[in-house]
């Protein structure tokens, strides 16, 4: 399809210009219906949501907005990040954090270039005119004077843009602070820590945090890349993955009680991106826990989100572990099973409770409210159902309000799917999550998927998808079709329950993944136009299905159409969705019964690129966008031309 698509890119730029609702005489007029009056399933208020997982430096790096790396100096090179001159070790006795023991000690030399550590950022340390950057440390000198210490920030051409001094004094451990001012933005700056009097200090935690943050949240979130998130509308918000939360080993499994708590204490680890594929090492990716469980839950909160984590489940990365050596035995759970109620004690405990008091010291007395957890990610075979089992017993028993989510596997089918469903069924869980990052035709003749599925049993949680074309590029034909399938999610609405495009961010400089929602650099992101089809969903998302079809059934490819309908009751609004992957225009004449003859204006967004390999990019980063348009109807029909390769979205007041 792509290449007969590609050959008639010319005619495509030929054809019509915008959504018109003026058919196309000369062309068949497919008849719609659309029953207005009909409200079928209700759609869930998570329906369209968001998956994050610490890949392709998406928090270290990226959401999280801390600019220094491995500010606490324990990456497996406690260096790895700086580069140190002068006179500097790394020392552990007596420690300012025990989780993190490392600190540097500078001793002041003389010498032309001095003391002290230079740190390189994230592939750089972005930094904006005007903006203001808390710059903090914790020192302490066994000197009986104060020791002065100069911070830089210094562009790539060595030449230094702002400059701050401070004192580190006393033989107990402080935090020092200053505020950075730069009056030049820089996208990949370096900051410069030199001894300017003799002595010996001792420094830890090294922190560069702009002071704006997303919600100006303390320890917070990078503006845009939050302020991305929550234009989706997002109602459900999966964390923290993924194959984080399986670790390669179970030493390196995401532990949600590391992440809590001080942030100078949360013990690193290292992150499975950072050796996972050969051909793209970084060995400069560790998970620094600043944005842990406490900052997920308030960011869910922020923009809107119901939370989902994802738990361990006593397997590590069953890909990477053949052998049982790395994955703990069915007797032995108890500890993971704990973790998974302590978690819900942290949510939404009453802080009179261990793990309720710690949010609440922490900043939120209120409960987070969490109403889902899912166990395990990508599992397989007996060892899973195994292990779930001894979870959903725990969590009934504990927890019978909370919806358990389990896993049909890394497969979209197969026999490991075809496995794990029943046994997703036997064991009662809420919602199986189902995995498919697919080709495009994959995608396009997955649009009817969900049509034929058992009404009974759990209902689904798309958690990971995404349409992988050949170059693997966020182009517009992968969003297309992306747009195309989803209509299957909205009209088997009693079925699928939640779905959640993966990944979701990627450095440009610094990605192992790819295709990816929101990609960004160290001062702005792009929204590619997967992004758009998600946020068009997410804000047209409606309360109820109602039934659309062509000649009695629902429309799921046929003359290259896909659609569906939903009906918003809390504003009285029809919204009709419709994607045409044709290379021409489709007259389409929609017979909205249950409408009068009255006037109804509404709008129709169109998501459209003549070119199928067009993108988004940092330089050019409006390419692709929803352009909105107002409309009027009279009566109960409406006739339209839908535009070649294009994703329309209708929004009608009642
Ligand atoms: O989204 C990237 C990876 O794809 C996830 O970590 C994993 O669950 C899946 O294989």
């Known amino acids: 399809m792509k290449m007969k698509l590609k050959r008639n890119l010319c005619l495509v730029a030929l054809s019509v210009g915008l959504t018109s609702i003026v058919t196309q005489a000369q062309d068949p007029v497919?008849?719609?219906?659309?029953?207005?009056?009909?409200?079928?399933?209700?759609?869930?208020?998570?329906?369209?949501?968001?998956?994050?997982e610490d890949i392709n430096f998406g928090a270290d790096g990226g959401l999280y907005a801390e600019l220094i790396k491995n500010r606490s100096f324990e990456f497996e090179n406690p260096l790895g990040g700086w580069v140190p001159f002068g006179k500097v070790s790394i020392e552990t006795k007596d420690p300012c954090f025990d989780k993190n023991p490392h600190y540097a000690r500078l001793a002041y030399t003389k010498e032309i270039t001095g003391t002290g550590l230079d740190n390189e950022g994230f592939k750089g340390i972005g930094v904006k005119a005007g903006e203001k950057y808390n710059f903090s440390l914790y020192g302490r000198t066994q000197e009986k004077y104060p020791v002065k210490v100069r911070i830089n920030l210094v562009n790539p051409d060595n030449d230094v843009f702002e400059t701050k001094e401070f004192e580190i004094s006393g033989k107990d451990w402080k935090k020092v602070q200053v505020t950075l001012e730069p009056r030049v933005t820089v996208a990949k700056s370096r900051l410069r820590i030199t001894m300017i009097t003799p002595g010996v200090i001792d420094v830890e935690h090294v922190s560069l945090f702009p002071a704006k943050t997303f919600n100006n949240r303390p320890n917070g979130m990078r503006e845009d890349l939050a302020q991305a998130l929550k234009e989706l509308k997002p109602g459900v918000f999966r964390f923290p993955g993924g194959c984080i939360v399986e670790g390669t080993t179970i030493a390196?499994?995401?532990?949600?009680?590391?992440?809590?708590?001080?942030?100078?204490?949360?013990?690193?680890?290292?992150?499975?991106?950072n050796y996972t594929f050969p051909y793209k090492k970084f060995p400069d990716y560790y998970q620094s826990y600043g944005l842990g469980f406490f900052e997920y839950f308030q960011l869910s909160e922020d923009i809107g989100a119901e939370p989902l984590p994802v738990l361990n489940c006593g397997l590590s990365c069953q890909f990477e572990n053949k052998g049982m050596d790395q994955h703990i035995p069915v007797n032995k759970l108890e500890p993971y099973v704990q973790d998974a109620l302590d978690l819900v004690e942290f949510a939404n405990g009453d802080p009179s409770t261990k793990w309720g008091k710690l949010r609440s010291d922490m900043g939120h007395p209120a409960p987070f409210n969490l109403k889902m957890i899912a166990i395990g990610n990508e599992q397989w075979g007996s060892l899973y159902p195994e292990r779930l089992e001894v979870f959903v017993k725990a969590l009934r028993e504990k927890h019978p309000e909370i919806k358990i989510v389990g896993s049909s596997g890394p497969g979209s089918e197969g026999a490991d799917f075809d496995y794990l469903w029943p046994e997703m069924k036997r064991l009662k869980v809420d919602l199986v999550?189902?995995?498919?990052?697919?080709s495009p035709e994959w995608f396009l003749s997955g649009a009817a998927r969900y049509d034929s599925y058992d009404r009974n049993g759990p209902k689904v949680f798309a958690g990971e998808y995404a349409c992988h074309t050949n170059n693997k590029e966020n182009n517009f034909y992968s969003a297309l079709?992306?747009?195309?399938?989803?209509?299957?999610?909205?009209?088997?609405?009693?079925?699928?329950?939640?779905?959640?495009?993966?990944?979701?961010?990627?450095?440009?400089?610094?990605?192992?993944?790819?295709?990816?929602?929101?990609?960004?650099?160290?001062?702005?992101?792009?929204?590619?136009?997967?992004y758009y089809v998600q946020q068009l969903y997410g804000q047209n998302a409606g309360t109820d299905v109602i039934p659309l079809t062509l000649e009695g059934k629902p429309l799921t490819g046929q003359h290259d159409l896909y659609a569906t309908a939903a009906i918003d009751k809390r504003d009285h609004t029809l919204i009709i969705k419709i994607a045409n992957t044709s290379i021409t225009h489709r007259n389409v004449r929609l017979n909205l019964s249950g409408l009068t003859?009255?006037?109804?204006?509404?709008?129709?967004?169109?998501?459209?690129?003549p070119d199928l390999e067009s993108k988004n990019t940092l330089e050019n980063p409006n390419q692709i966008v929803p352009v909105t348009s107002p409309i009027e109807i009279q009566g109960s029909e409406l006739g339209v031309s839908i535009r070649p390769l294009s994703f329309v979205v209708y929004r009608i007041t009642l």
């Open 30 to 52: 497919y008849k719609l219906e659309v029953g207005v009056n009909k409200p079928g399933a209700p759609i869930q208020s998570t329906m369209y949501g968001i998956f994050f």
């Open 252 to 273: 390196t499994r995401y532990q949600w009680k590391n992440t809590v708590g001080p942030v100078e204490n949360r013990p690193i680890n290292i992150n499975r991106w």
């Open 433 to 438: 999550d189902e995995h498919f990052y697919r």
């Open 597 to 609: 003859g009255k006037i109804y204006k509404g709008t129709v967004t169109s998501l459209h690129s």
């Open 481 to 530: 079709c992306e747009a195309a399938f989803m209509t299957g999610f909205e009209r088997n609405a009693d079925v699928v329950h939640l779905c959640t495009y993966a990944p979701l961010f990627a450095h440009v400089d610094a990605w192992q993944w790819r295709p990816d929602l929101i990609w960004f650099d160290n001062l702005s992101c792009v929204r590619t136009p997967n």
